[in-house]
Nanobody, 122 residues
């Protein structure tokens, strides 16, 4: 069983940056596909970015392309999400997810973190 814990959220102004972290424990981190999702108030959880076990494959939602960068450090059992040029519409709780057998989806993940709140003011 893998446990995930997000950190790094906070209140920022539009145009600023934040870096989120997701620390994993309980399973060999380098065997896991990892992903970031987010959920804004009143909306469904949506995919933000995904990264493969060794980091060679990444994918992004259209809303994240060009502004967000997903990365991982397998030696530290940690995944990151660098978010630049933040917009008010990026305001959401950000969750990390892990899956052993393929890309995590909002319906198919082996583990979820509890989330970290990102608030972007205009």
């Amino acid at each position: 069983q893998v446990q995930l814990e997000e950190s790094g959220g906070g209140l920022v102004q539009a145009g600023e940056s934040l870096r989120l972290s997701c620390a994993a424990s309980g399973r060999t981190f380098s065997n896991l596909w990892m992903a970031w999702f987010r959920q804004a108030p009143g909306k469904e959880r949506e995919h933000v970015a995904t990264i493969s076990q060794l980091g060679s494959i990444t994918s992004y939602a259209d809303s994240a392309k060009g502004r967000f960068t997903i990365s991982r450090d397998n030696a530290k059992n940690t995944m990151y999400l660098q978010m630049n040029s933040l917009k008010p519409e990026d305001t959401a709780v950000y969750y990390c997810a892990a899956r052993l057998m393929g890309r995590p989806t909002h319906r198919s993940a082996d583990a979820w973190g509890k989330g970290t709140l990102v608030t972007v003011s205009s």
